[in-house]
């Protein structure tokens, strides 16, 4: 899968779980993840069911959510936002 950013609401294939993109760039015990998100359809009904992941974990795009008139701007300040972490990070 291409390294892009996927607008919120995607719906994406992670292993056997259908899971729905929320939002972006968590940090979670000193590891980064790109997206935050829950499974697909329940949602969010316990904060233990925040599911962080990474462009790797996803196997498939199964919808790709809304893009908004400035989403590529909003998107390419994420990207530098995560390259300057991956850097820190030694990764």
Partial sequence: MENRWLPIGSIVKLGGVKV?????????KGRYYKYIG????????????????????IKEVLFEGYK????????????ENYKKIMEEQGL
């Avoid at 829950?38 to 974990?57: A, H, R």
């Fill in 38 to 57: 829950f499974v697909y359809p329940i949602g969010l009904y316990s904060k233990d069911e925040i599911i962080l992941f990474n462009q790797e974990k």
């Fill in 68 to 79: 908004f008139e400035h989403f590529d701007d909003v998107m390419n300040s994420l990207e």
């Fill in 20 to 28: 729905v993109v929320a939002g972006y760039q968590a940090v979670q």
